[in-house]
């Protein structure tokens, strides 16, 4: 089974300018988060789909932030404009919870794609 | 405010012997509660995880406590193998596991040979 892949890896970007981060979630799972990991922290959730409807996006800057899930499966996040405290890893992952049949917690488990390693200079 | 601390961020172990690492957590809400193992330039991998319902979970060489009263858990891992030297994330949810996870800061642990 494929995992949660994510592109790009790697990007360097200087303040105030954009960038969008892309994530294909496990086949058939129907939530997908988006967590922000800054160096020496834990992961923290920046908003939570489930399908194409948003269930939590209260930890999102929306001023500068913004995401979306088109058609329940793909998703994109994007930054603009960047400032130097964006710099992090952005962490996708996805989970059978929502999915039809999935509602055990043991369905409910995130997988997580390598990230994206964002710097902003 | 932290909801979710692991208060060691790092852990020295010999080869064999038992690792033991440490959680707390200050929301009532979480039921459900995870750890997760991360080696550099990788996501987190789900190791194992637990309903607030029980108050112990096995698999394998991995074993999770929880002591809801102390908002405590803890994972086990015996014995240590030279493999298991990661950074391992503590997180809570609530919903089942359905929400949006709270992680810890990490612990990184080292197994000596």
């Known amino acids: 089974e494929a995992g949660v892949a994510q592109s790009p890896r790697y990007k360097i970007i200087e303040k105030r300018q954009s960038v969008a981060f892309w994530c294909n979630p496990i086949?058939?799972?129907?939530?997908l988060y988006w967590y922000q990991q800054i160096l020496g922290q834990g992961p923290k959730l920046l908003i939570q789909?489930?399908?194409?409807?948003?269930?939590?996006d209260s930890q999102l800057p929306k001023d500068r932030f913004s995401a979306e899930r088109l058609k329940g499966v793909d998703s994109t996040l994007k930054i603009q404009p960047a400032k130097l405290e964006d710099s992090a890893v952005y962490l996708c992952?996805?989970?059978?919870?929502?999915?039809?049949?999935?509602?055990?917690?043991?369905?409910?488990?995130?997988?997580f794609g390598p990230g994206t390693r964002l710097t902003v200079l | 405010d932290q909801q979710v601390k692991q208060n060691s961020p790092s852990l020295s172990v010999q080869e064999g012997r038992i690792s033991i690492l440490n959680c707390d957590y200050t929301?009532?809400?979480?039921?459900?509660f995870l750890w997760y193992k991360k080696y550099p330039a990788e996501g987190p991998t789900f190791l194992i995880s637990?309903?607030?319902?029980?108050d112990k979970n096995e698999d394998g060489r991995f074993t999770v406590f929880l002591n809801k009263s102390a908002k405590h858990l803890s994972l086990h891992i015996v014995p240590s193998q030279p493999g298991d030297s990661a950074v391992y994330f503590c997180?809570?949810?609530?919903?089942?596991?359905?929400?949006?996870?709270?992680f810890g800061k990490g612990t990184h642990l080292i197994i000596q040979p």
């Open positions: 992952a996805s989970s059978l919870a929502g999915t039809s049949g999935g509602g055990s917690p043991s369905h409910n488990e995130q997988f």
């Open positions: 086949s058939g799972h129907a939530t």
């Open positions: 789909f489930q399908n194409n409807g948003v269930v939590d």
């Open positions: 929301n009532s809400m979480f039921d459900y």
């Open positions: 637990i309903s607030s319902i029980k």
């Open positions: 997180a809570a949810g609530s919903g089942g596991g359905a929400d949006g996870l709270t």
